[in-house]
């Protein structure tokens, strides 16, 4: 899986300060933008995130490629519809060598992987046969697996993102659109580290899982993520 943030919204901590502290403020936005030092921006959003207001997240966004993911992420992926994607399409693109995202499970187990491999290898070629007898791309593609790799682009301010992370980051994510969601997080951080300072499952950023019965039991630590992501 590759993930890379492609762009973002420039000083999107400022930003985000700005907007909020403009609300309240008897100054210009220009004149808040020019007084907010680093400092107070960490002070001022530290207040905004405890308060839960968090809609002034939503002036900057954060636009990520992501490749070598499954059909099977992309598809729990765009079910957050608050963002916008781009993904390569499977009816102008000729799939006859698709790539494959190969499940752990599936790739410790040797019998389990010789079978995914013959059932992947008959879908080419089913592929290839249907799309050699004229049948359009758009059509033979009803054969692809969920394993299909694809790749996307996909936008989302900061305050989807937030949300995403919060779901997806948690163990009760599948394990792919789960590593997703810690990738993102590591790039977000990198460009925005107070806005994204308690970005992560609720285990980890409040210290209580929302889950109540259906809670995985095992909370995430800090020197966990250290160790798995290198972050803090
Ligand atoms: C562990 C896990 C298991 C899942 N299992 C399933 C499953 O079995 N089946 C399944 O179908 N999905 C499943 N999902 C997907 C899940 O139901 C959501 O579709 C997905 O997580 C996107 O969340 P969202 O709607 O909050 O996000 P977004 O679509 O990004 O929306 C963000 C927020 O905006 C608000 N919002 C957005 N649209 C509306 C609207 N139309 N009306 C009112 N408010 C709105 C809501 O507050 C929402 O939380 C699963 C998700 C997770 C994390």
Same mark, same amino acid.
């Given at each position: 899986?590759?993930?890379? /943030? /492609?762009?973002?919204?420039?000083?999107?901590?400022?930003?985000?300060?700005?907007?909020?502290?403009?609300?309240?403020?008897?100054?210009?936005?220009?004149?808040?933008?020019?007084?907010?030092?680093?400092?107070?921006?960490?002070?001022?959003?530290?207040?905004?995130?405890?308060?839960?207001?968090?809609?002034?997240? +939503?002036?900057?966004?954060?636009?990520?490629?992501?490749?070598?993911?499954?059909?099977?992420?992309?598809?729990?992926?765009?079910?957050?519809?608050?963002?916008?994607?781009?993904?390569?399409?499977?009816?102008?693109?000729? +799939?006859?060598?698709?790539?494959?995202?190969?499940?752990?499970?599936?790739?410790?187990?040797?019998?389990?992987?010789?079978?995914?491999?013959?059932?992947?290898?008959?879908?080419?070629?089913?592929?290839?046969?249907?799309? =050699?007898?004229?049948?359009?791309?758009?059509?033979?593609?009803?054969?692809l697996p969920n394993a299909c790799q694809t790749q996307?682009?996909?936008?989302?301010?900061?305050?989807?993102?937030?949300?995403?992370?919060?779901?997806?980051?948690?163990?009760?994510?599948?394990?792919?659109?789960?590593?997703?969601?810690?990738?993102?997080? =590591?790039?977000?951080?990198?460009?925005?580290?107070?806005?994204?300072?308690?970005?992560?499952?609720?285990?980890?950023?409040?210290?209580?899982?929302?889950?109540?019965?259906?809670?995985?039991?095992?909370?995430?630590?800090?020197?966990?993520?250290?160790?798995?992501?290198? /972050?803090?």
């Open positions: 899986m590759e993930v890379k /943030l /492609l762009t973002y919204t420039p000083e999107p901590d400022r930003v985000v300060a700005t907007a909020a502290r403009l609300c309240y403020a008897p100054q210009d936005a220009e004149t808040v933008w020019a007084g907010f030092t680093r400092e107070k921006q960490e002070e001022f959003l530290g207040r905004l995130s405890a308060y839960g207001h968090f809609s002034p997240y +939503e002036h900057v966004s954060f636009t990520f490629a992501v490749a070598g993911v499954s059909r099977a992420l992309s598809h729990q992926l765009v079910r957050h519809r608050i963002a916008s994607y781009s993904q390569r399409s499977q009816r102008y693109i000729n +799939e006859v060598s698709f790539g494959v995202v190969l499940p752990p499970t599936v790739e410790a187990d040797p019998a389990a992987r010789e079978e995914f491999e013959r059932v992947i290898a008959a879908i080419r070629e089913g592929y290839q046969r249907l799309t =050699a007898l004229g049948v359009p791309k758009e059509d033979a593609r009803y054969l996307l682009i996909m936008t989302m301010n900061a305050r989807s993102l937030l949300h995403f992370m919060a779901l997806r980051c948690c163990r009760r994510a599948q394990w792919e659109i789960r590593e997703l969601a810690w990738r993102v997080r =590591a790039e977000a951080l990198k460009v925005a580290p107070l806005l994204f300072r308690e970005a992560g499952p609720p285990c980890l950023v409040r210290g209580e899982c929302p889950e109540g019965t259906m809670s995985c039991g095992r909370p995430y630590t800090k020197a966990e993520v250290e160790a798995s992501y290198g /972050l803090a």
